[in-house]
């Protein structure tokens, strides 16, 4: 093929793009063309959607589908053209619009291609991508709060996905995060995208406190109430200005769908607001100052809040072991542990010391060794914490010095000596360290518990040994001695 033929093929590909004629621009293309859009750059290519190699006309259609879908071409100019033999090199001068985030780039980008039987056979395209990722990523989080407010479910997913959107992106005239703001619009398919893409559900609003399921108490939805609970949302969260739980907000907001989901999951009736209501007090308000059809709604939530706290005097009722546990009553434990009593039955949460906790969690804490024993018999769970305190049978044993229920516990096949508290990030050898109980701690380093772990505060078990014992103290060098043997 002449050169002459080559200059030919290149100038009208790059006319024909020029008038966004893009049938003219395809009919110059091999079949088999292999067209390379800027090389695979991690970072680049996965951000730019066109971007990569394409083999074949189907495919080269798709790649200008693509850009076509997300880029307002602005301005597409070839600069110049250098030719010889079959391969030409252009130069154009690109400046678009990324339609999502509304920011341009310009480029000067260079074509290399190989030109045969008057068909391009072979293209490739270089520049600079960085103006271009630029624009697909600034401004993602202003255009993030516009969509969330307008609802726009398509859009939101477009920007986390394909333009780098932080899921955690506040509102700067709120301070809300935009999973707070569709919570409060009861909008759960945006609350979905942004919880699959790892929007924090534990983070709160820097004006009130308020969490996202709060927030959903204002918008009402129970999918998004369950979207967030779900993805580990804490039900009782209290917000440090009012002293609300999201039972309260939904209560205010007179969802009594969503206050009936929110007690079916477990929400405490009995907590207070830092003004001095609780819930009973504000139902009563609320049944006083609405009248009509919305006081109807304050009498069904009255009901609902009846029914859930006689369900639960009934499971307390029925819980008759804990009852034994609890006052030490080993006779009736036992007997009731005979009798076939559910040894892991937990207790509802009515704002008691027993919350949460099963009768083996109890028993450790309150040193009934004979009971622990026989609910141990009775394959009562080891693997459990309680609700208030987050910790483990394990736990209490040590951190109340029950040196013997300790011992027992430690005995059992597959007991985590190690587990890690939640509060605090100590471990039961920590635990008994901290509060001295060096028999404790004996039977826990004898056992095997770690030396190494450490607790939030990064105190390891051999630097609480040292402040609270001594470094002379025996369980001290104990530990000292191991540790160095472990080296």
């Not at 004629?21 to 066109?50: K, S």
């Not at 053209?81 to 400046?95: K, Q, S, Y």
């Not at 096949?413 to 990030?425: A, H, S, T």
Request: with cysteine; charged share 25%; glycine share 8%.
């Amino acid at each position: 093929m002449s050169q002459d033929e080559t200059r030919r093929v290149a100038t009208a590909w790059f006319d024909a793009l020029d008038r966004a004629d893009y049938p003219a621009a395809i009919a110059l293309l091999d079949p088999a063309i292999e067209w390379v859009n800027l090389p695979q750059v991690p970072g680049v290519t996965d951000i730019i959607p066109w971007m990569g190699t394409a083999h074949g006309i189907d495919q080269v259609l798709n790649q200008f589908s693509t850009r076509n879908g997300v880029v307002e071409v602005k301005q597409f100019k070839p600069v110049d053209l250098v030719v010889e033999g079959e391969v030409a090199v252009g130069t154009v001068h690109d400046i678009s619009t990324v339609v999502a985030t509304g920011r341009d780039f310009e480029i000067l980008f260079a074509s290399w291609m190989v030109v045969r039987g008057g068909k391009i056979v072979k293209w490739k395209s270089y520049c600079d991508a960085a103006p271009v990722v630029a624009a697909f990523i600034g401004g993602v989080a202003e255009k993030l709060v516009d969509a969330v407010k307008a609802g726009d479910a398509k859009t939101v997913e477009t920007l986390l996905v394909r333009h780098r959107g932080d899921p955690d992106t506040r509102d700067p005239a709120t301070g809300l995060t935009l999973l707070m703001t569709a919570a409060a619009r009861g909008d759960a398919a945006i609350a979905r995208l942004l919880v699959e893409r790892g929007a924090d559900v534990f983070t709160t609003d820097p004006r009130t406190g308020a969490t996202a399921l709060h927030k959903c108490g204002q918008g009402g939805s129970v999918e998004v109430a369950r979207l967030l609970l779900d993805a580990g949302a804490h039900l009782d969260a209290v917000t440090p200005s009012m002293g609300h739980t999201p039972l309260m907000d939904a209560l205010w907001y007179k969802w009594p769908d969503l206050v009936r989901f929110l007690i079916d999951r477990g929400q405490n009736l009995e907590f207070g607001t830092h003004y001095g209501f609780r819930l009973d007090d504000h139902i009563a308000f609320e049944l006083k100052v609405n009248q009509g059809a919305e006081k109807a709604v304050f009498e069904k939530i009255a009901e609902t809040v009846r029914m859930a706290r006689a369900r639960r005097q009934e499971a307390m009722e029925d819980q008759a072991l804990m009852g034994a546990v609890n006052a030490g009553d080993t006779a009736k434990a036992k007997a009731l542990i005979k009798a076939g009593a559910d040894v892991n039955a937990t207790w509802p949460h009515v704002n008691s010391f027993l919350d949460g906790h099963t009768p083996l969690l109890v028993a450790a804490r309150d040193g009934h060794t004979d009971i622990v024993r026989e609910l141990l018999a009775a394959n009562a769970r080891l693997d459990i914490s309680d609700w208030v305190f987050k910790g483990f049978p394990i736990h209490k044993a040590t951190y109340n010095g029950n040196a013997e229920i300790l011992a027992m516990i430690v005995s059992q096949p597959g007991v985590n000596l190690d587990v890690q508290g939640w509060i605090n990030g100590y471990t039961p050898l920590h635990d008994a360290l901290w509060h001295g109980f060096a028999d404790c701690a004996e039977i826990l380093v004898r056992a095997g518990a770690r030396l190494d772990l450490e607790g939030h505060d990064g105190k390891r078990v051999l630097d609480i040994a040292r402040q609270v014992l001594g470094p002379d103290a025996p369980v001290t060098r104990l530990i000292a001695d191991k540790l160095e043997l472990s080296k």
